[in-house]
C-alpha cells in the first residue's frame, strides 16, 4: 500500500474542556482489487498462427476447412475464457483526529496532574494536551512514563526552600546573652549596654 497524498480540513470541532481541537485528516491510498476479465482477441490468436505456420504447414488441400475452423474455434474460445487479474485503484479514507495543545493555565495544568497520578477520571483529550504539555507521547493513556513526568512536573512547581533568616547573637565577655533574628532589636540592647558602660558584640549565626 503505497500513500498518494495527504489533505487535512482544519478546526471542525472545538471544546472548552480542552486546549486541543478536532480536525478532519484524509488520506488517498492505492488498493489492490481483483476483477475477472475475457481472453485475448481472435485476430491476434489468427495472426499468431499463420506467423508460427500452422496453416501453412500443416493445413492440407484435404483437411483445409477443418483445421482453419479448428483456429478460429480456439480463438473465439480463447476470447470466450475469462481470467482473474489484480487492478489497482485508488481509495480516500477520511477520520477526526485530536491534535493536542499546550495548556498554558498552570493552576488548571497542575489540579489535572494530580487527578490524573490519584487515578480520577479525566477525558482521552484532557489527557492528550497534558501528555503534549509535560512532553511525553500523547496517546490519551496516562500510563508509567506519564505519572513519572508528571511527579517531575509537579516538583519543579514546588517553590524553592527560603533560606532561614540570620539569627543575630548579643556577647558579652564571652557569653551569649541574648539571640534573635531581629537585628533592631539586639542593636537597641547593645546600645543600652554600651551606655551602662558594658561592651558587647554582635555575632550572625554562631555556632
Known sequence: MRILATAAASALITSQAFAGSYEVRCETTTVPYQETVKGGQPEKVIGGAIVGGVIGKVVTDDNAGAAVGAIIGGAVGHENSETTVTRYKEVETCKNVFIPERITDEEKLEQVLLDLNDGRSVSREMIMDVQYTIGVAYDGSWGPMSRRAAEEYLANLEPDAQPEAPLYSLVV?????????????????KKGLFEAGVDSQIFVDLQ
Do not use: G, L
Open 173 to 189: 565577655n564571652d557569653v551569649v546573652v541574648v539571640s534573635s533574628a531581629d537585628a533592631s532589636a539586639i542593636d537597641e540592647i
